[in-house]
């Protein structure tokens, strides 16, 4: 992006069950994952205001950017997204309760009272819930934050 760089990007899988805030398109660029998803997963790129974002790619399709499109804004839509990632998330953790404990060293019970409670919130409300739950790209040569159980979860399942 240029001038005006959003102060916060969505990332949603096109099946509502991924979700990652970052907090500009410069940090979402300057995060590698070690491997590519498995199976690979379709993306939404989103700005804070819930305007969409379109990938740009660079001439050996890396992602080097993001603009805003056209579309109007559509907060709502994107905080019901998210409503539906912690949903599924939940719903993922009552199925797998060894998982969890095993992965985690929660039970499910523990594992649920940490899931951020989206519903009813504004997406301004959410992004403040997450903001606190995100981690920065690390500095070149220094470790990544691990990041939360649910957060290592999605990138898991």
Same mark, same amino acid.
């Not at 500009?24 to 940090?27: G, Q, W």
């Not at 790129?45 to 804070?48: C, K």
């Given at each position: 992006m240029t001038n005006s760089e959003p102060a916060t990007v969505f990332v949603i899988d096109v099946n509502d069950r991924f979700a990652h805030l970052f907090s500009?398109? /410069? %940090?979402l660029l300057a995060t590698?994952?070690?491997a590519p998803a498995e199976p690979p997963r379709g993306l939404d790129?989103?700005?804070?205001d819930g305007q969409r974002l379109a990938p740009v790619f660079d001439e050996t399709w890396r992602l080097?950017?993001?603009v805003k /499109? %056209?579309?109007k804004p559509e907060p709502e839509a994107v905080q019901a997204r998210l409503v539906a990632v912690f949903a599924f998330l939940a719903q993922?953790?009552?199925d797998h309760p060894s998982q969890i404990?095993?992965?985690f060293g929660l039970?499910?019970?523990e594992a649920l009272r940490e899931l951020p409670q989206l519903n009813g919130k504004t997406l301004a409300e959410s992004i403040a819930a997450l903001r606190g739950l995100t981690h920065e790209a690390a500095p070149e040569g220094h470790q990544q934050d691990r990041g939360s159980w649910f957060h290592n979860l999605m990138h898991n399942i």
């Open positions: 500009s398109v /410069t %940090d590698h994952e070690a790129f989103f700005d804070q080097s950017g993001l /499109t %056209d579309e993922y953790t009552t404990s095993e992965d039970s499910v019970d």
